[in-house]
């Protein structure tokens, strides 16, 4: 048996989080002593992926399938589970993987280990670690079904590189039918979004009105960073809900997240506890937010961003 | 049109997570329960529609008797009726065998869930009730519209969003988007005093077999204390973010 990774592409480029997915699979695959097998739609250059140790590529090329459908995709990944004899299923946690996950566990009779942050703390019975309470804590799920399938928490391993030789094998599945009908898909090009983003900059209340986020915009721009608020700021109109990060906002899992004049209320701590390392600025030196976070300035925005702007130019400049 | 919303009984955002028992089972010990969050987006929404298009609203959790005041809330909020599945949950597939069930047995059209729990985070019940009953099925549900047998659905998708048609019977798993938040009810007292009086039906489980088991919790680790920096020397933050935690 061998471990099946599936790489998600957009537009044909493989998102990071399919590295992740690679670099994570071809090492529980060493702990089983098997080797990966990285099943890919449409993608334009599939060889890339034997830079995270894929020995072996499954491409799917068909342009039915531009249009992403959990059901006809979570068919395609059974339809190469079996033909390479796959008893784990390995996927990563973005919107399309976690909206197929469980289509593809039922199918596969499998037992289903979401929010996946560790490499399996035992093979036998499979164990791992998972996010769980929002955030707060975790748990250890023992899978027992034959087949298995797991979702990998963004930005929880990394990417590793272990550049292999593989090849590339096209394989054309059956199509399934599908009930649902995609009509239309709005998606913003050119901007990094937070489920992506390595840096996140936000910015809540204490920002005073929507006329004052042209600073964050920069400090973004020059962190390469996505932007997002807090609740109250979207629940205000200051900024859209799509950039809401938070409990029943989204939730960040970058590498960097920088909070400017956010307090720090359990549900926005809940939904960016995953972010590696958090930087606080806030003018009030009560604000719980510094509790969670790892580097702190206690002093106002308007004074501290544009000097942070400043100097993150200056050091950029000095580092290229 | 005939809709089951799907209500886990969660513990509240602001309570303290503790393990007892040698850190295999949650201690509940103190703890306020609630409807889960993302529940209360899809039960605002179907309330929209009994209102607005004359459907009937049943309210479903698979949980012991402790659950009840939670679905006694959704009732106050004004669903019509209630039905607790009498099983201590194990795992989401164990729930979604459960739940399919009751919707076959109700013969629902329609079922809205949150697309997650707060506690377990699993995101994974409404997906597999959809594959078990064969229904489509859309995940992060933000907009909702029926019109006689025909759904308008769209669902966040990484950076955007997508819409989506579908014929009855669909499950979606709903988040923030689908009402908005200023929009999520409330119970009054008329609600309230009217809830005691509304059917919450007890039924046996068919005691499917769970796929997973969660051996042991674990706390998030203590967090280092923060370090401060002067707000005049963000040079000092500049390289620390460089050369300590090495992510510029």
Redesign the interface.
């Known amino acids: 048996m061998s471990v099946l990774v599936f790489a998600e592409t957009?537009e044909g480029k493989f998102?990071k989080s399919a590295f992740e997915v690679t670099s994570y699979g071809k090492k529980v695959a060493e702990q089983l002593g098997t080797n990966v097998v990285v099943l890919t739609i449409n993608s334009n250059e599939p060889t890339l992926l034997y830079m995270y140790g894929a020995e072996k590529v499954l491409n799917v090329s068909n342009d039915a399938l531009r249009t992403?459908n959990?059901?006809v995709y979570a068919n395609i990944i059974k339809q190469a589970a079996e033909k390479e004899n796959s008893k784990l299923v390995i996927i990563d946690s973005?919107?399309?993987a976690?909206?197929?996950?469980?289509?593809l566990?039922?199918?596969l009779s499998?037992?289903?280990?979401?929010?996946v942050v560790a490499l399996p703390t035992s093979t036998s019975p499979l164990?791992l670690?998972r996010?769980?309470?929002?955030?707060?804590?975790?748990?250890?799920?023992?899978?027992?079904?034959d087949c298995k399938v797991i979702s990998l928490a963004k930005n929880s391993f990394g990417l590793v590189e272990n550049k292999v030789n593989g090849n590339v094998e096209e394989f054309a599945p059956q199509l399934i039918e599908?009930?649902?009908?995609?009509?239309?898909?709005?998606?913003?090009?050119g901007?990094v979004?937070i489920?992506?983003a390595?840096?996140v900059v936000s910015g809540g209340r204490g920002l005073k009105g929507p006329e004052n986020w042209g600073m964050i915009e920069e400090l973004a721009d020059v962190?390469g960073a996505a932007t997002a608020c807090s609740?109250p700021v979207s629940?205000l109109g200051w900024r859209p809900?799509?950039e809401?990060v938070g409990?029943?906002?989204k939730p960040v899992a970058s590498?960097?997240y920088v909070a400017v004049g956010i307090s720090g209320a359990?549900?926005h701590l809940?939904g960016v506890?995953s972010s590696?390392?958090k930087?606080?600025v806030n003018t009030d030196p009560e604000a719980p937010f510094?509790?969670?976070?790892?580097?702190?300035?206690?002093?106002?925005a308007f004074?501290?961003v544009p000097?942070?702007i400043e100097?993150?130019k200056e050091?950029k400049a000095n580092?290229a | 049109m005939k809709i089951l919303v799907c209500i886990s009984h969660v513990p509240d955002t602001t309570s303290k997570i503790n393990f007892t028992d040698n850190d295999t089972k949650f201690d509940s010990n103190g703890v306020q329960y609630v409807i889960n969050p993302y529940d209360e987006f899809a039960l605002t929404r179907a309330m929209w529609f009994k209102e607005k298009q004359g459907a009937t609203v049943t309210v479903v959790n698979v949980g012991n008797v402790s659950t009840e005041p939670t679905l006694r809330k959704a009732l106050a909020i004004g669903a019509d009726d209630a039905i607790r599945v009498n099983i201590e949950p194990t795992d989401g597939l164990a729930v979604a065998k459960e739940l399919a069930e009751v919707v076959k047995n109700g013969g629902y059209n329609l079922v809205l869930a949150g697309k997650e729990s707060s506690d377990y985070n699993g995101g994974m019940v409404p997906g597999m009730l959809a594959a078990l009953l064969d229904f489509n099925f859309v995940n992060a549900c933000i907009g909702l519209e029926i019109e006689g047998e025909k759904a308008t659905i769209s669902r966040e998708i990484d950076g955007g969003k997508e819409i989506l048609s579908s014929n009855l019977p669909l499950i979606i798993a709903g988040q923030k988007g689908l009402v908005e938040e200023k929009d999520l009810r409330i119970p009054n007292m008329r609600g309230i005093m009217m809830a005691r009086k509304k059917p919450l039906t007890v039924v046996e489980p068919i005691n499917s077999e769970a796929a997973t088991s969660i051996i042991s919790f674990e706390k998030q680790a203590a967090k280092a204390a923060c370090k401060m920096v002067d707000a005049d020397n963000v040079d000092e933050l500049i390289r620390l973010l460089h050369n300590e935690a090495k992510v510029i």
């Open positions: 957009s998102k992403f959990a059901k973005n919107a399309n976690i909206y197929l996950a469980p289509t566990a039922v199918n499998a037992g289903y280990a979401s929010n164990t670690k996010k769980t309470f929002s955030n707060k804590a975790f748990n250890y799920t023992e899978l027992t079904t599908s009930g649902l009908t995609s009509t239309s898909v709005e998606q913003t090009t901007k979004t489920a992506d390595d840096v962190l609740k629940d809900h799509s809401h409990q029943t906002g590498n960097l359990i549900q809940a506890n590696k390392v930087v606080v510094f509790k969670a976070a790892d580097y702190g300035i206690v002093g106002d004074e501290v000097k942070l100097k993150l050091f580092n």
